[in-house]
């Protein structure tokens, strides 16, 4: 048995008893997904058993839960929008931010220290607590002619359409954005830059061909990070989007779950695992680059 | 040469105007790099502050429309003072902070960064990756999973693989036990924020202090005790503030779940369903708005408290180019 | 190119990083700026280089005043310590990033590129990405990426102080070579004194934001002007002692309790009758006396430094007066020795204590 991760000077009878107090600990979480997994692949569950109709144990597997992808259109509907709201989030959040944070890192400009306190406040800011008056500058900006409610594919920016709830959401993401942003540029050394200026290159330049590039793995890790943050959002388009057909799968099955009853349980579930697997992916592959954010985040917050 | 000198002494006492407009020359080369972002504060939050405290002194709402309101001044919070809720809600809420605090987002992520250190890395690694599935989780699935967990049997899994086997009464145990299962959901998410953050601080307390700790012949749980959890205060401080925070204003798991029945109501959850959601389609702007003012200005308190503790000038370094 | 800085002064709050700075340097001159670490050298060139702004006064290039315009509008090179390189970019995209921002065509970029890779023994390189070059490697391209969009004038910030010592040598030689075979003005920065002195044709010597001095290396050496330059020039550093100057039968005597020293009269007169000075001594102009010549002095061995070539002597003089000088190693001097020493008094040194000023030479 190999060594923690610390050295720990612990007897093997001790380390045996930690890890089944973690798998304790734990059990509630593998229970739970273990019961979203059988089900999505079953009539119905008895707990973790799978049934058939008439209740007999181990029986009534099948795949009819899955059916929902090639019979119901509106889940390709729903997963486009999801996906457009994702992507529109990550574009924003991480081009704004590593604008916003390149300027505060290395530009002397006056109210620049203010702006800063301001995101870290920010950044612990409850930002729900604004849902109510954000509900009214959408509506807004849902006036101002054609980018208001008259966009191809988002819809517009006011209320009632995904570039709406797009905004929003690139709004409260903001903060941790762009003071994640300005620690990996406070990384780079002047010296780089300074070469660059001097060889010629304007301040727009140094940061688009100079600076961006070295910090390509803090722009990978913050885009997974709100990607998912925008796949999984529930409450902005719950809350913005009122019209079913331009729901995410996220409101999409709250709606399932709300509908009337019986709801189809093992169904709900074949749908949350299809939303949930990408972001499964996503994660086993960028483990690594999602904990060093959440820890560097730590390190500019603390 | 003395007219060297008068230039000289021109340039170093800048009168305001000339300072004045080199301090905006310089913002206009920030302003291509701050302005996107410096928007979308502005509207998505300077307004929003503004706007909520001013709606909360009127009486909008579905009844009065946007054209027919009226200013109220202080009358809603006159009324949150007198709501028969407020005194619940308000109990309610801080049991649900205090609880889910001390239980999972500091309690377990402390537990478990400690478990989790101690026992071999590649376990460690696995534990934490499970603990940080729920925060990976759509919530709306999360929640579904922790319906199904209570629900009654023959479906529900405690009921069917607990209380069945043991002979005991089942029912659905989400209207009996409502304060554990909103705690438990919201804990099994709260707790990884911590989790990962005292894992890195752990991590990266000095070797040398651990290993004179055990030459010293600490046994490991006195070096925990009095080795790690003191240098790991600075981290402890800073999750449990940010924490409260976010539980003080989080309602969409509870929203989910209970949707507040069953006495389950929080401050956060009750301003957003006045304001913005419930069956009867009657939204009370004006009472949500004030409803969630009092948040905010919590929140206003916090953050700047936050910031006076996380020693924010230490943050942040001069820019070492003066060029644009 | 010519650089005039007149009263050039950077401040940031209270410190004064650079303070008044005058400094003349003609066109094609290798001049450099030595001073120990933190004295506002690099203030100065990033300064020059239009990073930083001046607090006060002025930058001239070619007598035009150039405090507002950007780095890339004034023609400058440079050469930073740690190198600088672009690390997203390979050798030959890192030399060719200053054309590239110019619209030089593809065509010309490549000559030129191939050209200065030639001139800095870096053509075998050119794919690979700056991590995998050694430090050597790396100050080339740094070099070559400076030089390839012509500068008028060449930059360079302790350009060879991350290097290992031999390579320094030969990077030190390669750098005279070519700024004489291409003429370009260039400042130098650097603390290491030896460097200034095979490398500038003139030397400003600073500390603490001031400029101490700025002459040739040989004026430096022979004629230094205040006890701060003196000490700073010449390695190993010059010995000073407290002596005051007497006239004795027409003799000049520097006299303190441990030493009687017959000095130079031409020096020596112009420290006599003041009081207390410091006298300096080259360990150089230290010499063991042979046998049967008279000397100067009697002292017992202190401490015995071997520097390879030489012993670095410490030997003591009466009873506190330390004096350093080179010895042969063959000499196997031990401490505890009795030597009797001869002093070149024709080049003694003697300033004020007070002022720090030389009593020679203003
Ligand atoms: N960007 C800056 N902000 C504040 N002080 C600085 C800055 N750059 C240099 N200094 C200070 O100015 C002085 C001179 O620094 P520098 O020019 O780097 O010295 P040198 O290059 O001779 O070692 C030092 O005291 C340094 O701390
Ligand atoms: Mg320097």
């Known amino acids: 048995m190999d060594e923690g991760a610390l050295r720990t000077g612990l007897r093997p009878r001790q380390m045996y008893f930690l890890m089944f107090l973690m798998t304790l600990l734990t059990l509630p979480i593998v229970v739970g997904y273990l019961w979203i997994f059988i089900s999505t692949f079953s009539r119905r569950t008895h707990g973790l058993i799978p049934v058939d109709i008439e209740g007999r144990p181990f029986r009534g597997l099948t795949l009819e839960n899955w059916s929902f992808l090639w019979q119901d259109p509106n889940i390709w509907k729903v997963t486009l929008n999801s996906l457009i709201l994702a992507l529109g989030l990550t574009v924003g959040v ?55 409610r008259g ?52 301040r727009f330049l140094v940061w688009r061909k100079i600076l961006l590039p070295q910090i390509k793995p803090g722009i990978a890790a913050l885009s997974i990070f709100t990607f998912i943050a925008g796949w999984n959002e529930f409450l902005i388009p ?9 729901s995410t799968i996220a409101t999409y099955i709250n709606s399932l779950l709300s509908e009337t009853a019986p709801v189809n349980y093992s169904q709900v579930a074949a749908v949350g695992l299809f939303q949930l697997l990408p972001v499964l992916l996503f994660f086993v592959f960028t483990q690594e680059y999602l904990l060093s954010i959440f820890s560097g985040g730590m390190k500019g917050g603390a | 040469m003395a007219v060297i000198e008068a230039e000289r002494v021109a340039v170093e006492a800048r009168p305001w105007w000339r300072r004045a407009w080199e301090n905006l020359r310089s913002a206009s080369g920030a302003l291509l790099f701050m302005s996107p972002a410096t928007l979308l504060v502005v509207v998505f939050f300077f307004i929003p502050v503004v706007l909520i405290i001013g709606i909360s002194m009127t009486n909008m709402s579905t009844a009065t429309g946007f054209q027919n309101w009226k200013w109220v001044y202080l009358e809603n919070y006159r009324r949150i003072l007198k709501h028969p809720n407020t005194l619940q809600v308000l109990r309610n809420t801080l049991m649900y902070v205090a609880l889910t605090l001390a239980f999972f987002n500091v309690g377990m992520a402390l537990v478990i960064a400690l478990i989790t250190t101690h026992i071999p890395r590649r376990a460690g690694l696995l534990y934490r990756a499970l603990w940080l599935l729920p925060r990976l989780t759509p919530s709306v699935v999360y929640v579904m999973m922790w319906k199904y967990m209570a629900a009654d049997a023959p479906y529900g899994i405690i009921n069917r693989h607990i209380l069945q086997p043991l002979g005991l009464a089942t029912t659905n145990l989400l209207p009996i036990y409502p304060w554990v299962f909103v705690i438990l959901v919201n804990g099994f998410i709260g707790a990884s924020f911590g989790m990962v953050i005292f894992t890195s601080a752990i991590e990266s307390i000095p070797r040398e202090y651990l290993m004179a700790a055990l030459v010293d012949g600490c046994t490991p749980w006195q070096r925990i005790r009095h080795v790690i959890l003191p240098l790991i205060r600075w981290p402890l401080l800073f999750v449990t503030t940010y924490q409260t925070l976010s539980l003080l204003t989080s309602f969409e798991q509870i929203l989910l779940l209970t949707e507040g029945q069953f006495g389950t109501m929080v401050w956060s959850l009750w301003a957003y369903e006045r304001a913005l959601s419930n069956y009867w389609g009657n939204f009370q702007w004006g009472f949500g708005a004030a409803l969630a ?6 929140g206003i308190v916090m953050a700047v408290v936050y910031m006076r503790y996380f020693q924010f000038e230490a943050l942040i370094q001069e820019p070492k180019i003066e060029t644009l | 190119m010519e650089v005039h800085l007149e009263h050039l002064t950077k401040r940031w709050g209270k410190v004064v990083a650079v303070d008044d700075l005058n400094l003349e340097i003609r066109s094609g001159e290798f001049v450099a700026l030595l001073g120990p670490s933190g004295c506002g050298k690099t203030t100065t060139l990033l300064m020059i280089a239009g990073i930083y702004k001046p607090t006060s006064g002025y930058i001239r290039f070619d007598g035009r005043v150039v ?20 690390p997203h970019m390979t050798v030959y995209e890192n030399l060719t990033f200053p054309l590239k921002l110019k619209k030089v065509p593809e065509e010309e970029q490549r000559r030129k590129a191939r050209r200065i890779a030639e001139m800095m023994g870096i053509g075998h390189l050119l794919d690979r990405y700056p991590a995998q070059l050694s430090g050597g490697q790396q100050q080339r391209v740094a070099l070559g990426r400076a030089l390839i ?11 060879l102080s991350n290097l290992d010592a031999r390579l320094r040598l030969t990077m030190r030689a390669e750098i005279k070579r070519l700024q004489m075979e291409l003429g370009i003005t260039s400042i130098y920065v650097t603390h290491d004194q030896v460097e200034a002195m095979t490398l500038a044709d003139r030397i400003a010597v600073m500390r603490e934001g001031r400029l101490q001095a700025f002459a040739t290396p040989e004026e430096l050496y022979e004629r230094p002007r205040t006890l701060f330059v003196a000490g700073f020039i010449g390695n190993p550093p010059m010995n000073f002692t407290q002596v005051e100057v007497i006239q004795q039968d027409g003799q000049y005597l520097a006299v303190n309790p441990d030493m009687r020293l017959a000095v130079d009269p031409d020096r020596g007169s112009r420290a006599a009758g003041r009081g207390r000075v410091i006298m300096g001594i080259r360990p150089e102009h230290i010499t063991l006396a042979r046998d049967g010549e008279p000397a100067h002095l009697e002292a017992e061995v202190y401490l015995v430094e071997p520097l390879g070539r030489d012993d670095l002597i410490n030997a003591r003089v009466g009873k506190e007066t330390h004096l350093h000088f080179l010895a042969d190693p063959a000499l196997k001097l031990r401490i505890g020795d009795r030597v009797r020493l001869r002093v070149d008094t024709s080049r003694v040194q003697f300033f004020d204590p007070e002022t720090e000023q030389s009593l020679l030479w203003s």
């Open chain 1, 94 to 148: 991480v081009l704004i931010s590593a604008m916003a944070g390149y300027a505060l890192s290395r530009i002397r400009f006056p109210g620049r220290k203010g702006f800063l306190a301001l995101t870290l406040i920010l950044h612990a800011f409850p930002s729900v607590t604004l849902l109510i008056s954000i509900y009214f500058v959408l509506r807004w900006l849902a006036r101002i002619p054609v980018v208001g």
């Open chain 3, 67 to 86: 405090n507002k315009v950007p780095p890339k509008d004034r023609n400058v090179g440079m050469v930073f310590q740690s190198y600088a390189l672009y």
């Open chain 1, 238 to 246: 719950y809350t913005y989007m009122t019209q079913q057909e331009k």
């Open chain 2, 293 to 298: 003012t009092v948040l905010v200005l919590i």
């Open chain 3, 149 to 159: 969009k012509e500068p008028a004038l060449l930059l360079f910030d302790e350009p």
């Open chain 1, 151 to 202: 966009l191809p594919l988002i819809g517009g920016i006011g209320y009632n359409t995904l570039g709406g709830v797009i905004l929003v959401m690139v709004s409260l993401q903001l903060p941790l954005g762009i003071w994640l942003m300005k620690g990996f540029f406070d990384q780079i050394p002047w010296d780089v830059e300074r070469a660059a200026l001097i060889d010629g290159a304007s």
